[in-house]
């Protein structure tokens, strides 16, 4: 019962506020009294500057993070699941662990110090003929430092269900592939791979689902007018036109299709995995 209602008051409850997106909303009035302006805001947001360049900036983000970020817990858990010594597994684990549990204010706070003309990552790259710059002030670079940065702080933490998942693998098929001459490189291929197949393809289709959500907290404490060309998403778009414009029926307009797109990609990449790998979310 608990979950249900929680679900029905966070979840589907709020949902009826979509229709500010087809209106004029005023606060003052209310969402019914308010003028209903159909797909206006729709139309404005599509013919608009804005819309192309958030709608690359989000996909490529996303893109760019599923192809580095999302291996790294994969390839991390395989790495710890081969380590004999228990308490060095304990240790890294812990040591990589840290970082999700770090304030995401804290983590930009550093992100930026580290950046700065006079941070140590700035530094190091100075010693190579590079010159001193704040480096979030690079357009080039938001992109680099924010998938790198996402590594550090997720790669240990993401680990922990394929470390799960790979401890669920039956030992037996172990035995047998040393039987047969596998080393342990070709029973990580033949055996614990496949073991843990189900696992990584339902975590990619949800990843996939989400692929227009690129997470705004981390994109506005690292972002500024600057780097807006390559930095700025649908998220932190959402967040300027609604919270500091006060423009509340665009703002909602653009999360909605935001929503509608992140149902689809989900939907999509579901039946593709059911039809091809017999493995789906539903």
């Not at 690129?214 to 994109?219: D, H, R, T, Y």
Request: aromatic residues 16%; glycine residues 8%.
């Amino acid at each position: 019962i608990p979950v249900i209602l929680y679900y029905l008051i966070f979840c589907y409850k709020p949902m009826y506020g979509a229709i500010i997106a087809f209106k004029d909303f005023n606060p003052l009035k209310g969402i019914i009294a308010s003028q209903w302006v159909g797909f206006r805001h729709f139309a404005d947001f599509f013919g608009s500057y804005y819309f192309g360049r958030i709608l690359t900036n989000t996909l490529w983000i996303s893109l760019n993070s599923i192809i580095w970020c999302f291996p790294m817990p994969i390839i991390f858990a395989l790495l710890i699941n081969e380590l004999k010594n228990k308490h060095f597994v304990k240790t890294v684990q812990t040591v990589t662990y840290l970082p999700h549990f770090i304030s995401l204010v804290v983590v930009c706070g550093i992100i930026k110090d580290f950046t700065s003309d006079t941070g140590i990552i700035t530094s190091f790259f100075a010693v190579f003929g590079i010159e001193k710059a704040p480096m979030l002030q690079n357009p080039r670079l938001f992109l680099p430092i924010y998938i790198v940065s996402d590594m550090w702080q997720e790669v240990g933490w993401n680990s922990i269900i394929y470390l799960a998942a790979i401890t669920g693998v039956n030992q037996e098929l172990y035995e047998a592939a040393t039987i047969d001459g596998a080393g342990r490189w070709k029973q990580v291929l033949n055996v614990t791979l496949p073991g843990v197949a189900p696992t990584i393809i339902t975590m990619l289709i949800l990843r996939i689902g989400g692929i227009l959500n690129v997470g705004f907290e981390k994109i506005i404490l690292l972002y500024n007018p600057i780097t807006y060309e390559t930095a700025d998403v649908i998220s932190s778009f959402v967040y300027r036109k609604g919270l500091q414009e006060y423009n509340w029926g665009y703002s909602t307009a653009v999360g909605l299709f935001n929503s509608v797109v992140n149902v689809i990609m989900l939907a999509g990449s579901n039946w593709l995995s059911r039809k091809f790998n017999d493995t789906s979310l539903w």
